[in-house]
Every structure is written in structure tokens, then in C-alpha cells.
T-cell receptor, first 112, second 113 residues
């Protein structure tokens, strides 16, 4: 059963603007990690940002930040000042037991 | 430079043949993973291993086999029993048994005709 849902298969954003990618997940655990991975055309998977579920403060990495709503099991990624190099597939994921479970991804297009 | 290597980048095989994909890491990570990626499917876990000489099935293990004879190596064999073997295969590793981050190799594109 799919336990990570990315409801937006594709999105587009104008260069320099802000875009938010959504993700919901399903877990009964209280302690876990959440991730956003980026996969550019090279297909190399790159960790963008990580959130520990027991931390209430939202993680940020430069232009990337998350909105973590634990009760709602929601973990969205906000990209500010979008750049052409941000064009990629973005995968939401969470750690469950000894594995990481991935969503199906959102393809992000950056419009010049 | 530490990292994960997968070879080759592209692999072509005839239907009915077994093929082995290589994955090597020099990060001294305990756990290693194999994923399959198909368009619109995200990453699906095939097999994973947390220690040498031990491994567990993931969600789509049928038609695949693995070995973990050395900590740094985790080869994946795609057998002739795998009905749809053409896909992109990614290898990953993590430091501990409960992954707080996974590091990925560059992947191998397997085409079976």
C-alpha cells in the first residue's frame, strides 16, 4: 500500500518565484525521519532536506524549507527564488523501521 | 573520495539471461539497498542488507537475488524469472540500521530485449 502520497505529478513555476510541493504520509510511529530528495536529469539522487519528527521546528536549507505538520502527517517543501537548476523530480520519503519509503515524485519545471 | 559506484551505467541483455548489477561503497556503511525506478512509480525497494551475509526482501523481490559477502559490496542479480526487468536500478547505503539518510549511487539503466 502506498504510504507516501505526492498529489502533484507535475508542477511549473516561474524563475525567481516560490513554489510548494505537497506530501502526506501514513505512519503509526512517533519517531521517524522525513526527507525530500531531488533527482535532476542526471538521475543522481540528492538529499535536499531532512526533518526529524520529534523536532517541532521546521528544517531549512538555504532556499529550501519545509512545513511539517505532524498531526496532519503533512510534509511540504517550499522552494524560494526558484532557479533553472531546481528543475528535477522531487521525492518525498520517510523512514519506517529499517527502510526508507518513497513517494512517486513530483516533476518540477522552471519557466525562464 | 568516498562514495557509491555502480557499474555499468547502461546494460543491455537478451531475454532469458541472468544479469548482475554491481554496487560498491567505500563509506564504511553498514546497510545497503537496491531500488528499482520505473516512470511514475517512484523508487521501490527490492532487497536490503544490514550486515554481511544477511539480507532481507523488500517490496518487489521476486525475480531478483542478492549477496553480501563483503561490507562494501552488494551485487544484484536480475534473473530470467523477472517478468519486466527493463528499468533504472539504484543502489544506496546508510550508516546505521535505522536510516537517517541514504546515499545513492549513480544508477544502472538495464534494457532487456
Amino acid at each position: 500500500a502506498q504510504t507516501v502520497t505526492q498529489s502533484q505529478p507535475e508542477m511549473s513555476v516561474q524563475e525567481a518565484e516560490t513554489v510548494t510541493l505537497s506530501c502526506t504520509y501514513d505512519t503509526s510511529e512517533s519517531d521517524y525521519y522525513l526527507f525530500w530528495y531531488k533527482q535532476p536529469p542526471s538521475r543522481q539522487m540528492i538529499l535536499v532536506i531532512r526533518q526529524e519528527a520529534y523536532k517541532q521546528q521546521n528544517a531549512t536549507e538555504n532556499r529550501f524549507s519545509v512545513n511539517f505538520q505532524k498531526a496532519a502527517k503533512s510534509f511540504s517543501l517550499k522552494i524560494s527564488d526558484s532557479q533553472l537548476g531546481d528543475a528535477a523530480m522531487y521525492f518525498c520519503a520517510y523512514s519506517r523501521d529499517d527502510k526508507i519509503i518513497f513517494g512517486k515524485g513530483t516533476r518540477l519545471h522552471i519557466l525562464p | 573520495d568516498g562514495g557509491i559506484t555502480q557499474s555499468p551505467k547502461y546494460l543491455f541483455r537478451k531475454e532469458g539471461q541472468n544479469v548482475t548489477l554491481s554496487c560498491e561503497q567505500n563509506l564504511n556503511h553498514d546497510a545497503m539497498y537496491w531500488y528499482r525506478q520505473d516512470p511514475g512509480q517512484g523508487l521501490r525497494l527490492i532487497y536490503y542488507s544490514q550486515i554481511v551475509n544477511d539480507f532481507q526482501k523488500g517490496d518487489i523481490a521476486e525475480g531478483y537475488s542478492v549477496s553480501r559477502e563483503k561490507k562494501e559490496s552488494f551485487p544484484l542479480t536480475v534473473t530470467s524469472a523477472q517478468k519486466n526487468p527493463t528499468a533504472f536500478y539504484l543502489c544506496a547505503s546508510s550508516i546505521g540500521l535505522r536510516p537517517d539518510e541514504q546515499y545513492f549511487g549513480p544508477g544502472t539503466r538495464l534494457t532487456v530485449t
